[in-house]
């Protein structure tokens, strides 16, 4: 009997890869699988035939209404919470806060950018809502704000609600991407003769830049993909495209599940554009900071 | 009067156990080429950064053409500075880069273009000025922080280990170059090392220095050959230390082993009959077969 002896380097097991498995593992069983059946679904009826009707059907009101107010409301909130977020973590860098601000902020920040869903809304409605304590104590101090046309069941109501969980983690994400600047850059600008202004115009910020779109692109998807928090407050009353494939899905209204899936590719697909631009900023910051 | 004048200073930093720098004094011509050798840990950088204002001395004075520089800002004190890791702004371009004091200096934008021309020609990087730092070499990069701290001309160029990160052959041909722009421009120049043979072969005057104390001050030459003490013997190049009698300090006779040797010069500060210590470096022993000494 011949035997061959293989004469290529034997490889050496990496236990890098073990390491990994857990997250191709998830992955491809959250991300890959459900993404892939969701696009095939997307093309089916009932029936499990092909078609495209579930495609067509999201030009029919109300569902491109319900991905516009989607998109801006997570805009708003993604671009306000970005420079609330960016300005607080720009004063706490700039070392001029009381010394027991910097862990409280920090503490605040990681625990109030995860504070969403019925919890998040049951304290909105609290405090802010037609009953809410902040709403009597302003009405005591003769400031009705629901007579001023505020309702906490809003557009504006529901993006100060998510502002609540937006800029804290726009906080959290800039807290050290600011302490990656080097130390360098700004004695250097210094030497050259730049004022602390000067160096944060032309050297500090520019090079936050790309980090700080990049996040609020990450804010955009955050918001985007809420549902809990918007259906705790508003119950239906907000045409959130999360909210109306909550309907599809649990047969409120036509029942049309895969008329669902079509939506939620239309989510996915918005994703994975924001996705893209973040990939994309985050590179350039990288190639800067490194 | 000389060009750059620091005096007594001192810098404890903070919580510090012993002082970073003390004792610190040395005068620095105009035009001259300084460098502080030592090794790592012993002020160099320091003294460096309360030259430039980014430390502040905890007692002491640094005058400046006639000014005391102490109280001015960093960024009102018109000194230029290399970093160790070149400091580029990774968001500029070359061009940019070079310009950037210029700019927040409010100078004109033909000036500013005028100028950065004038820098890239200096460093030969005429052709990259508008590339990032991240596609330039080491080297690049060095030579392009070198032309920033230039354009605004400045009254002192400071240097931070500038080579340290680059490898040896472009150490070598940076390290020339750094010294015939500063001949060009006859700028006053500090440059820190703790390379013994980029100190000795840059340098008008070598400052030694060993745990924040100055060891010796001298040319070169001096430096290498007539070591002042103990430390800036054995730091300085490769030699051998021998014990040895001094038999006549005017003449420089020496005896080890019952032989009798010469030093190349007299020996102050040592009477006859004394043990003294001599360092030897490889190389320099001359014998003399026929002479009267051996
Ligand atoms: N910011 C600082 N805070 C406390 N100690 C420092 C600081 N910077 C330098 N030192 C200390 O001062 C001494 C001199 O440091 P440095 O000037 O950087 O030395 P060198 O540049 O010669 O290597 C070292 O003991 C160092 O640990
Ligand atoms: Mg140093």
């Not at chain 1, 078609?51 to 107010?69: K, R």
């Not at chain 1, 869903?117 to 003769?142: C, D, H, I, M, Q």
């Not at chain 1, 804010?219 to 109306?244: C, D, K, S, V």
């Not at chain 1, 994703?271 to 590179?283: E, H, I």
Request: glycine share 10%.
């Amino acid at each position: 009997m011949a035997t061959t002896i293989s004469t290529a380097p034997r490889r050496h097991f990496s236990w890098v890869w073990l390491g990994l498995t857990p997250f191709f593992l998830f992955a491809i069983l959250f991300i890959l699988l459900p993404s892939t059946s969701l696009f095939i679904d997307s093309f089916r009826d009932g029936q499990g035939n092909f078609t495209l009707a579930n495609i067509t059907g999201l030009t029919q009101s109300p569902i491109p209404e319900s991905y516009w107010l989607s998109i801006r409301i997570s805009a708003v909130t993604a671009i306000f919470g970005g420079i609330l977020g960016f300005l607080l973590a720009y004063s706490r860098a700039s070392g001029n806060l009381p010394r027991w601000l910097y862990p409280v902020t920090l503490t605040f920040a990681a625990v109030a950018s995860n504070f969403a869903g019925v919890t998040l809304a049951f304290a909105f409605v609290n405090t802010l809502g037609r009953t809410g304590f902040v709403t009597a104590v302003l009405k005591g101090l003769g400031l009705d704000i629901y007579g001023f046309g505020f309702n906490l069941y809003s557009f504006l109501g529901l993006s100060l609600t998510y502002m609540y969980f937006q800029f804290p983690l726009m906080l959290l994400i800039m807290v050290p991407a600011i302490e990656g600047l080097k130390k360098e850059w700004r004695e250097a600008a210094e030497n050259l003769g730049a004022s602390t202004f000067q160096y944060w115009l032309r050297v500090g910020f520019p090079l936050l830049l790309p980090s700080i779109l990049a996040t609020m692109l990450l804010l955009f998807g955050n918001a985007f993909g809420a549902y809990a928090t918007a259906f705790a407050l508003t119950g239906g009353r907000l045409n959130l495209i999360t909210i109306q494939i909550g309907a599809q899905m649990r047969g409120d209204v036509l029942h049309n599940v895969n008329l669902g899936y079509a939506m939620a590719l239309g989510m996915v697909l918005i994703m994975a554009v924001s996705l893209v631009g973040y990939t994309y900023l985050q590179r350039i910051s990288e190639r800067w900071l490194r | 009067m000389a060009f750059l004048e620091l005096t007594n200073v001192r810098k404890v930093f903070p919580n510090a156990q012993t002082p970073a720098v003390e004792d610190f004094n040395l005068n620095v011509n105009a035009g001259e080429f300084v460098s502080f050798l030592g090794p790592s840990g012993c002020g160099k950088t320091t003294t460096l950064r309360m030259i430039a204002g980014f430390e502040t001395a905890t007692s002491g004075s640094i005058v400046m053409d006639g000014r005391d520089i102490t109280p001015i800002r960093p960024n009102q004190r018109n000194i230029g500075m290399v970093f160790q890791s070149y400091a580029l702004f990774p968001n500029m371009n070359v061009a940019d880069n070079i310009g950037f004091g210029l700019k927040v200096g409010g100078k004109s934008k033909p000036e500013i273009k005028e100028r950065v021309g004038e820098m890239l020609a200096l460093i030969k990087l005429e052709e990259l000025g508008n590339r990032y730092p991240y596609q330039l070499s080491g080297g690049q990069q060095q030579r392009v922080a070198l032309a920033r701290a230039i354009a605004i001309r400045p009254q002192l160029l400071l240097l931070d280990e500038p080579l340290s990160a680059l490898d040896a052959k472009i150490r070598l041909s940076l390290r020339n170059e750094i010294r015939s722009i500063q001949r060009q421009l006859g700028i006053t120049t500090v440059y820190v090392t703790h390379d013994q043979e980029e100190a000795l072969s840059l340098s008008d005057r070598v400052v030694v220095m060993n745990r924040g104390l100055i060891e010796q001050v001298g040319p070169p030459f001096e430096i290498y050959n007539f070591p002042t003490t103990e430390f800036v013997a054995s730091f300085v190049g490769t030699l051998n230390l021998l014990k040895v009698k001094v038999i006549d300090p005017a003449t420089g006779a020496i005896q080890v082993d019952g032989q009798t040797f010469f030093t190349g010069r007299p020996l102050v500060n040592h009477a006859a009959g004394e043990t003294a210590q001599i360092a030897l470096r490889p190389g320099i022993v001359q014998s003399r077969q026929h002479g009267a000494r051996r």
